[in-house]
């Protein structure tokens, strides 16, 4: 698809505003329908998108693939962390209520952060799905 | 359903794949109808979207036509019958749809509709549920997601090293 006009510009146009409807879906979670994982698969779309229309190697280029590889584990390691900086404080594990003065804004800050680790941990899964099975039909 | 029967009775996989999206499209304005809006974004994104990318990348790894089976597998066709039977009849026992005395809507729904807002500052109900009172559970699902994707990553990829390097044992 290298010379398909109308699909690379249709594309270009395309993907700022899925890459913003990701981050609305991302953090704007507390209010209307999404989170993480909606956000990370409409991210990763996005990605895959590029790739499939510009071809693998442009993508690389712009995500490259050891930082995929590096998000996947990174993002269960926010969550855990999130998780165990109760532990820390001597609370339990996953108790938000460590993150802040008073519980509801501390326990609304500790849904943002593990939403966040949720979003870098599926979006880069799909990535490197997607990365790893287009390279190997080489 | 016209859908599924399509899926079962195609041998063109290309086809399948591209049937599979429909299906998942259809399944997310059925949730849509339930009011299930965040479950509706996550099939149309995960099920019509990413995965019918990946199902095809796996499919350009393959070959496009499914091998037409010897003979009609009638041991397979009762089991999928019988079980099916079992779930509509399980299905009688559960209460009316949409109606509201039965237990799940009146032990734990009323008190996060009235509790969430005030425990988490947070005004979407199902994200505070995911997120917060059930924060351990979706811990487990983003260590799926991980552990899948890792056991895909490695399963692609052990070949090809062993292929490309004589040592062998590091895959």
Redesign the interface.
Known sequence: MKFDLILRVGVKLMIPFMLLFALY?QLH???????G??AG??T??AV?VYA?IFGIEEAQRVVPKRLV?LL??L??LI??GT?LLGILFGKN??D?SVLGAN???A??R??LF??I??LL??SS??V???Y???E??R | MIVTLAIVRMRNLFGVIVLAGVYSFLMASVMMVYDAVDVAMTEAAVGAGVSTVLLLAALHLTKAREYPQPRPAAIPVLVSLGVGAALVWATYDLPAFGIADTPINNHVVPYYFENSMKDTNVGNLVAAILADYRGFDTLGEVTVVFTAGIGVLLLLKGRRAGKSSSDGGSA
């Not at chain 1, 979670?29 to 989170?35: E, N, R």
């Open positions: 879906v979670a507390d209010y209307g329908p999404g989170g994982f909606q698969v409409i990763a779309g895959i499939l590889e996947v584990p993002g269960v969550y855990a998780g594990f996953l938000y519980p509801p804004l326990r609304e500790g849904i593990v939403e680790g949720v941990t599926v899964t799909m490197a799905l997607f790893a099975f287009s190997r039909g």
